[in-house]
């Protein structure tokens, strides 16, 4: 029994033994592998990311799907009835004010300008003879003609005096009639096509016998939004700094530059926007009335300054940048004047050292020191 306790003992004492020695052996490696801790320096700055804003003349194209109309067309309807005489023209053929279009039989109408003339003859001689005796009775008096005879001079003065007038309307009215059977351009244009023969009857209510198209100059209507008519009108003058420019549907571009002339007085109200009326040479009439073509407007921005428009935000009250002013930062409220691919055309309302903050500053600390890298 007393064995068996000792050697008890001896394990609880071996036992502790051990675990001094690796206490030991611990403490030992430790200190033989501890290093120097250097203290961290503490750095209270932020740097973000800038980039100057630098004004700049920009160059904007903006596309509208416009078409073609004539600025002007008319349809030529005889005003007298007749057989055609003469048709100096061909379908398609370009023709100037004043050409010879068609004529139609003239003697039957001439003949009438020849009866016109001779009763006016006859009525000019009845009224000069009534006026002469009515002036003979008027100087007479009643001692030498009776008052019914006074009475019937001045009637039959009245007569011829009305007859004259008469024949004199008729006389005008065939004159008028007379220079119908010469059908003239009355504009330079293109001749639409017609089915019409020499020995045709026309009149009146036949309806148009052709018609011309004016295609030089021709007119392109496009529109624009109302608000990109704002946008444009610059100073109160729509597309000002501006060239209005063509691409025909085979890609091509035109060769002449447009000339603004008027906008409608209205914007339409089913698409908010307002029509354009632009005028083109068009000597080759590459340019057919209804036809579709790109219009392609090219404005400058003097002095403008291009903003991605992920850096623009737009608020109830107008949109804003976010910039670096002498170190600080600050929101700076911005004119879009046009879109340019991903950009924002802006008007230059800024210092000369203002940078454009490029980076999200929503969660900065109020009391952080903030150092700026221009980014170009």
Same mark, same amino acid.
């Given at each position: 029994?007393?064995?068996?306790?000792?050697?008890?003992?001896?394990?609880?004492?071996?036992?502790?033994?051990? $675990?001094?020695? $690796?206490?030991?052996?611990?403490?030992?490696?430790?200190?033989?592998?501890?290093? *120097?801790?250097?203290?961290?320096?503490?750095?209270? /700055?932020? &740097?973000?990311?800038?980039?100057?804003?630098?004004?700049?003349?920009?160059?904007?194209?903006?596309?509208?799907?416009?078409?073609?109309?004539?600025?002007?067309?008319?349809?030529?309807?005889?005003?007298?009835?007749?057989?055609?005489?003469?048709? %100096?023209?061909?379908?398609?053929?370009?023709?100037?004010?004043?050409?010879?279009?068609?004529?139609?039989?003239?003697?039957?109408?001439?003949?009438?300008?020849?009866?016109?003339?001779?009763?006016?003859?006859?009525?000019?001689?009845?009224?000069?003879?009534?006026?002469?005796?009515?002036?003979?009775?008027?100087?007479?008096?009643?001692?030498?003609?009776?008052?019914?005879?006074?009475?019937?001079?001045?009637?039959?003065?009245?007569?011829?005096? %009305?007859? =004259?007038?008469?024949?004199?309307?008729?006389?005008?009215?065939?004159?008028?009639?007379?220079?119908?059977?010469?059908?003239?351009?009355?504009?330079?244009?293109?001749?639409?096509?017609?089915?019409?023969?020499?020995?045709?009857?026309?009149?009146?209510? /036949?309806? %148009?016998?052709?018609?011309?198209?004016? &295609?030089?100059?021709?007119?392109?209507?496009?529109?624009?939004?109302?608000?990109?008519? =704002?946008?444009?009108?610059?100073?109160?003058?729509?597309?000002?700094?501006?060239?209005?420019?063509?691409?025909?549907?085979?890609?091509?571009?035109?060769?002449?530059?447009?000339?603004?002339?008027?906008?409608?007085? *209205?914007?339409?109200? /089913?698409?908010?926007?307002?029509?354009?009326?632009?005028?083109?040479?068009?000597?080759?009439?590459?340019?057919?009335?209804?036809?579709?073509?790109?219009?392609?407007?090219?404005?400058?921005?003097?002095?403008?300054?291009?903003?991605?428009?992920?850096?623009?935000?737009?608020?109830?009250?107008?949109?804003?940048? &976010?910039?670096?002013?002498?170190?600080?930062?600050?929101?700076?409220?911005?004119?879009?004047?046009?879109?340019?691919?991903?950009?924002?055309?802006? *008007?230059?309302?800024?210092?000369?050292?203002?940078? $454009? $903050?490029?980076?999200?500053?929503?969660?900065?600390?109020?009391?952080?020191?903030?150092?700026?890298?221009?980014?170009?």
């Amino acid at each position: 029994m007393e064995n068996k306790n000792e050697r008890n003992i001896y394990i609880f004492l071996l036992l502790v033994l051990c $675990l001094i020695s $690796l206490g030991m052996g611990y403490y030992i490696y430790k200190k033989e592998h501890i290093k *120097e801790i250097k203290p961290v320096p503490v750095n209270d /700055s932020i &740097t973000l990311d800038v980039t100057p804003i630098v004004p700049q003349v920009v160059a904007v194209t903006n596309n509208y799907v416009g078409y073609v109309e004539a600025i002007n067309q008319v349809q030529i309807i005889p005003y007298i009835s007749g057989y055609l005489k003469e048709i %100096a023209i061909t379908p398609g053929q370009n023709v100037k004010e004043g050409d010879l279009l068609i004529v139609i039989e003239p003697e039957e109408y001439k003949a009438r300008v020849d009866a016109a003339d001779a009763a006016v003859l006859q009525a000019q001689a009845s009224f000069e003879y009534n006026q002469n005796y009515y002036e003979r009775v008027q100087k007479s008096g009643k001692r030498a003609f009776s008052e019914i005879e006074i009475d019937n001079a001045k009637n039959n003065f009245l007569q011829a005096q %009305a007859n =004259l007038k008469n024949t004199q309307a008729n006389k005008m009215l065939a004159d008028v009639n007379y220079s119908y059977t010469i059908i003239k351009a009355p504009i330079s244009g293109l001749v639409g096509n017609f089915t019409l023969s020499t020995g045709d009857y026309v009149a009146p209510n /036949s309806g %148009a016998l052709l018609s011309i198209v004016q &295609t030089d100059p021709i007119r392109v209507v496009f529109s624009l939004t109302d608000t990109e008519y =704002l946008n444009m009108k610059d100073g109160g003058s729509l597309f000002k700094d501006s060239v209005i420019k063509l691409r025909l549907p085979n890609g091509r571009q035109y060769e002449y530059a447009g000339e603004f002339k008027y906008t409608n007085n *209205e914007l339409n109200k /089913s698409t908010n926007s307002l029509a354009v009326y632009a005028y083109f040479k068009n000597q080759k009439n590459e340019l057919l009335p209804n036809a579709y073509v790109t219009v392609e407007v090219n404005k400058t921005f003097k002095d403008s300054v291009l903003i991605e428009k992920s850096f623009v935000k737009m608020l109830a009250d107008g949109n804003y940048i &976010t910039l670096a002013r002498n170190n600080q930062i600050m929101q700076q409220k911005v004119n879009i004047l046009s879109d340019k691919g991903n950009q924002y055309v802006l *008007e230059n309302t800024f210092e000369p050292n203002d940078l $454009l $903050l490029l980076e999200d500053t929503g969660n900065l600390p109020s009391n952080a020191k903030l150092d700026f890298k221009i980014v170009k």
